[in-house]
């Protein structure tokens, strides 16, 4: 086997039961930014599999939120659900794409097949009792939680206390008059380690934030993402959305300087560079000020 720390023997038997065939090689996946367990295997017969095995009880959930996507959405941007065992702790085993394109880099012609994918998620038919994303409301008013306290946003050294001062009451606004209600389904997780491509042909992945809501939002956050990646500035994608464009630098403002989630998570330096890409769009959007030095001074 490819693995050179022990895999837990429940989980390997579990996988085996799963696939109808003994498993011959666990290889890590690195990718992922929670402490779900990922490997690729290979069974005896050839076949392989991509595994995420629950670790926590929100890992556990999240599975669980994912494995009721697979079940009930038709869509050619899934892929394929090859098991699903929720005992004791929840095993999901996915089509292996470990040889597709994950990016970056982005090519101009991926950015245009993901934006129709995310059309077409749009407009499937979501599962029923899918939640809204009004529920999550509390994480799409995030300058709201910088002005109660910012602390945290500050010690990321990005912007002077005078500049988010005085512009702090704009972004507050803002994001208050973003559209985000609506009834389309939303993946609300999109960005490159959750994207790959099958030739040209777009596949998303982690499915355990999907909820309902306005369409603009999964463009929006990929916007961000996207641009820190080589991309084209969110602006490109989301022209004339001041409100979006607070929203979504508030959520990276609020996320970025706080604890990392568990020990070794990698999201808050993910969120961070985020961030670089997203207040610039607030800025422009709105008309604030250039901070000068932007994400050049040193940490507090």
Known sequence: MSVTSPIP????????????APVVDWVPV????????????????????????????????????????YDHVKGDFLPRMLGFDADPEPILLLDNLHAAH????WRARHVESLLSALDRVHAAQPPDGLSRVDVRAHILNGWSRVA??????????????????????????AEAEAPY?????????????????????????????TCLGDSRLDV?????????????RPDDLLPGEPGLAAMT?????????????????????????????????AIRAL??????????????
């Open 148 to 173: 109660a306290d910012p602390t945290a946003f500050l010690s990321l050294g990005i912007v002077a206390p005078s500049w988010l001062e005085r512009c702090l009451p704009t972004l507050v606004r």
């Open 30 to 69: 690195a990718r992922g930014y929670t402490p779900a367990r990922r490997y690729v295997v290979r069974a005896a017969d050839g076949r392989s599999a991509f595994v995420k095995a629950a670790t926590n009880a929100d890992t556990s959930r999240w599975l669980l939120a994912e494995r009721r996507v």
């Open 181 to 209: 209600r609506g009834d389309a389904m939303l993946h609300f997780d999109v960005r490159s380690d959750n994207v790959c491509f099958v030739g040209e042909h777009p596949i998303l992945v982690d499915w355990n934030h």
């Open 102 to 105: 994950w990016p970056p880099p």
């Open 9 to 20: 023997q429940e989980l390997a038997t579990r996988v085996a039961a799963m696939l109808g």
């Open 220 to 232: 929006a956050f990929f916007a961000a993402s996207l641009s820190s990646e080589g991309g084209p």
């Open 287 to 300: 008309g604030l000020p250039d901070p000068g030095g932007f994400g050049q001074r040193t940490p507090a």
């Open 249 to 281: 630098s508030g959520y990276f403002a609020s996320q970025a300087g706080t604890p990392p989630p568990f020990p070794g998570a990698r999201v808050r330096e993910l969120q961070r560079t985020q961030l670089l890409h997203g207040l610039p769009w």
